[in-house]
């Protein structure tokens, strides 16, 4: 590109100054437009259509004067490639840069076609200085302040000390049945009453060390500081996905494999599993943080947080809302209010009347009917319910409607009730035995119908033993278990294609840059020095997003730092697989990484630009078991790799976007995921070592509720795909060969919505039909149901549909302040209950609480179907193996 850097860098908007509550001067943007200001028609209607208010149209008046046809051009170009697909941007800004380019005569006498051209020179210059979403804007601020101390002394010891709580709760609590999450915005939401704090009370010393001065008291406590402790917490509170392999090996009633109580040998997976994706989060940066479109609409609410403590610009901006209402309350009080208020309320879905959260009212009027419990039940059924909850944390399972965009809520949704049909006609003509199960369960089944016993088919030592399997009975999927596993193998093709078909350009422009990298290192010759990413200012299409050319004050983390850590971790689980006797091959380790490789960069692109994610679970131990058949372990820590790779590379890298957006200088990032994640590691390697000799634990009759429901699943999830193997279920033969039609159907289905969209590329619909995040929708059932899907569609359709279009102001100042604090409001009041009445077994006997275990739907035992006495289906006993 010819045009410049200069050219590009972000302008300072017309502010006034005030007085904030300490004194100093504070910088407010105007709200409305100043006085004296006219805007054409044309350019307001281009303002309606990105969303932005006219103080931003004034500014990019300012910044269009110094772009010329040329740059213009090639600027648009570069939009209309990134984001002609793109359903997060607008179709009308989309049709007026084709018209512009397909205009020839514009650029041989330009003269003549001034006001086109000056048109696109004011959409070029709000594009590039700021970013093209709303969402975005709404949070995100388009200028920088690198004076502002980050990495400081306060904000390491809050760091560290947050980091260590939110690890020990998570830890302790993860074997209890409910189990107790304390999420990142917790600590966020402590951070900032202790910061502010200690900003008044200690004292300004410190020491210089290489140049640079650390004082106890750098100044005010500010919103990079929070950002960073947000950081830190947030890379803290997941559990080692290796404590569940530790767990089923240790105890007596799973493996019973004493040895592997080694604090060396769960040292050494633990801290490979929790540091490999870090490796591959550096690598990705250049497809999944500095791309405009890669929104991760998660982080807008962590940042909307953040922005209601720290953020004054807005906050005497007047707005106007519904029924001509004037809104002057500042983001701050408005999340006291809500929080407030959400708190409160909590205690009734929660405690006081659980059946708000589960509203099967439909069932009350028939309990013992089980078709109806079947179709409508919110508990055991489908929910099949106009208004199946009153719970905001049932509303926000699996998506949270004021968080990501109403297209990806609504493409979730349309996946899972067309699911529902496919349920329905598996279960009522009895295809694959499913009408003698429940119709919504995820647990596997014997012949009989009973829950499958899996120690009825390995030998001590764990290994599948096949006389007892053919004495015994296959395992049996539900409904809308099998449903799952069809679009689980859907899900992975789809992804794939859709990262070929749609992300093509942008996936070969991040290895373009990578390769570049890569030369520039070898060589160690830089041509033109922009920064350490190793790009040419003129050939970065990523320059065009303003946070990426403010991010060029600091220094980007080398390569080089994120392959040592690669390599680190691959030599620790290597080590610590073949030290021990885990019968696994080493080579496990490089099966997750070339996993990862292969899905990590599409599944990133979906997950940044819709707010959803693809897991690579069930490919893992689809493919391990098919490795290690016969082996539970083996195929454990297959799944384990396969699927904590990606998924961690993708979390590490979604922590990566938030510290962009808040300009964090990347070095200070990096460690700011390195040191609370080798410390969260040992504090849960050491609450596991002592909860593995609690007496009882995962038993029925295990103290304070440890009873382990997350481990049985992962147990009883070894033996079906390690002990049992998929060869048998999905084998040549295999009673459920039928569901790999899933392979192909992924791959159709993303083509057909291609090829309608090259059809008809400005039809709304088409444009906005996001045929992966359907797929993925198809994934939420058994033993989840609509009722944790559906009643998120009306809220989100409020939210970015009509307040986010008539709104704008209102909308942009409190929808993600909302979020943020009803999430800690539920967090904090599940806290306070738990503690103070459900540990000490303080419940609420009445029919408000009881009613959720009644009739066909509370107990889930009314099938199609009831066997004889002493009959059983499937094949007979001795035509299996």
Not at 547 to 574: K, S
Not at 607 to 616: D, H, I, P, Q, S
Request: charged share 15%; hydrophobic share 45%.
């Amino acid at each position: 590109m010819s045009i410049t850097n200069e050219k590009l860098e972000a302008k300072e908007p017309v502010t006034v100054t005030a007085s904030d509550s300490d004194g100093g001067q504070v910088n407010h943007v105007p709200s409305g437009p100043i006085p004296g200001e006219s805007l054409p028609a044309d350019l307001r209607e281009t303002g309606q259509a990105l969303n932005v208010t006219e103080i931003d149209l004034i500014e990019a008046k300012d910044l269009a004067r110094t772009f010329t046809v040329e740059d213009t051009k090639r600027l648009m170009e570069q939009v209309h490639k990134q984001h002609c697909r793109d359903p997060n941007f607008p179709i009308q800004i989309i049709e007026k840069i084709e018209e512009f380019l397909g205009h020839d005569e514009a650029f041989t006498d330009p003269e003549k076609h001034e006001q086109l051209i000056e048109e696109m020179k004011i959409q070029a210059a709000l594009i590039t200085n700021n970013s093209p979403y709303a969402e975005v804007r709404a949070v995100v601020d388009n200028h920088d302040d690198p004076t502002l101390p980050v990495s400081t002394i306060r904000a390491w010891a809050m760091g560290i000390f947050f980091s260590c709580c939110i690890s020990f709760v998570n830890s302790f609590f993860d074997v209890r049945m409910p189990s107790i999450v304390v999420i990142s915005t917790v600590p966020q939401l402590l951070a900032y009453p202790l910061g502010r704090f200690l900003d008044r009370v200690l004292p300004d010393v410190g020491f210089t060390l290489f140049g640079v001065r650390h004082s106890l008291n750098p100044g005010p406590f500010n919103k990079k500081e929070h950002m960073l402790i947000t950081i830190m917490s947030n890379v803290a509170k997941s559990v080692p996905y290796t404590n569940y392999i530790i767990w089923i090996q240790v105890l007596p009633q799973y493996f019973n494999q004493p040895w592997a109580i080694s604090v060396g040998y769960q040292t050494l997976i633990a801290l490979s599993t929790n540091f490999i994706g870090y490796g591959l989060a550096g690598i990705c940066r250049r497809f999944l943080v500095y791309p405009a479109y890669c929104v991760w609409p998660s982080s807008l609410v962590t940042i909307a947080l953040n922005s209601a403590f720290h953020d004054t610009s807005t906050e005497a901006a007047t707005v106007v809302g519904p029924f001509k209402s004037i809104w002057k309350m500042s983001r701050i009080k408005y999340f006291g209010w809500a929080f407030g208020l959400m708190f409160v309320y909590f205690w009734f879905p929660n405690y006081i009347f659980a059946a708000l959260s589960l509203f099967g009212w439909m069932n009350w009027i028939a309990p013992s009917n089980g078709d109806l419990a079947a179709i409508t039940g919110v508990s055991s059924g489908l929910a099949l319910n106009p208004l199946p909850t009153f719970d905001w944390n049932i509303l926000t399972f699996n998506l949270d409607p004021l968080m990501v965009p109403f297209f990806s809520t609504f493409n979730f949704f349309l996946g899972a009730f067309f699911a529902m049909f496919i349920i329905i006609g598996f279960y009522y003509s009895n295809a694959f035995n499913t009408a003698y199960l429940p119709i919504n369960s995820n647990r596997p089944f014997d012949h009989f119908g009973q829950a499958y016993n899996v120690s009825s088919i390995i030998d001590d030592r764990g290994i599948f033993d096949a006389e007892k399997y053919a004495a015994y009975s296959p395992p049996f999927l539900a409904a809308g278990n099998l449903i799952i596993y069809l679009f689980f193998f859907a899900v992975y093709t789809g992804t794939l294609t859709y990262g070929a078909l749609y992300h093509r350009h942008e996936i070969m422009l991040g290895f373009r840059e990578a390769w570049k990298s890569v030369k520039q290192w070898a060589v160690r010759v830089a041509r033109l020095r922009v920064s350490s990413r190793g790009s040419e200012a003129e050939d970065d299409a990523n320059l065009l997003d303003v946070h990426n050319r403010l991010m060029l004050a600091y220094r980007e983390v080398p390569e080089w730092w994120y392959m040592i850590c690669l390599a680190i971790a691959l030599g620790l689980g290597m080590a610590g697989i073949a030290a021990y006797p885990t019968s696994t091959t080493p080579l496990v380790v490089l099966y997750g990484i070339i996993l990862c490789l292969i899905f990590v960069v599409p599944v990133g692109i979906i997950k940044a630009m819709t707010g959803v994610e693809v897991t690579l679970n069930v490919m893992a131990e689809f493919i391990g078991g098919v490795w290690v058949q016969g082996n539970a372990i083996a195929m454990c820590f297959f799944k384990s790799y396969g699927y904590v790779t990606c998924a961690h590379a993708l979390s590490f890298t979604q922590d990566l976007k938030l510290a962009h957006y808040l300009k964090i200088p990347p070095r200070f990032t990096f460690w700011a995921q390195m040191v609370p994640t080798l410390v969260s590691t040992f504090i849960s390697i050491g609450v596991l070592q002592y909860q593995a000799h609690i007496e009882n634990i995962c038993t029925k009759h295990a103290p304070f509720r440890f009873t382990c429901p997350g481990i049985n699943t992962f147990f009883t999830a070894a033996v079906f795909w390690g002990t049992v193997g998929p060869r048998k279920m999905w084998g040549v033969g295999g009673q459920y060969a039928v569901t790999l039609v899933g392979f192909p159907l992924g791959v159709a289905l993303v083509v057909i919505f291609y090829l309608l969209g090259r059809k008809w590329p400005k039809n709304a619909i088409i444009r906005n039909a996001h045929p992966v995040v359907m797929i993925n929708g198809a994934l939420s059932w058994a033993p989840y149901n609509l009722a944790y899907i559906w009643p998120a569609v009306p809220v989100s359709a409020f939210s970015w549909l009509y307040l986010k279009k008539r709104y704008l102001g209102l909308w942009s100042k409190y929808n993600f302040v909302t979020s943020a604090a009803f999430s800690c409001a539920i967090a904090l009041s599940g806290i306070v209950i738990f503690f103070a009445l459900q540990i000490w077994e303080v419940e609420l006997d009445w029919w408000g609480n009881s009613v959720l275990g009644e009739g066909c739907d509370g107990s889930g035992d009314c099938v199609r179907k009831v066997l004889a006495e002493g009959e059983y289906f499937g094949p007979r006993i001795g035509e299996f193996h």
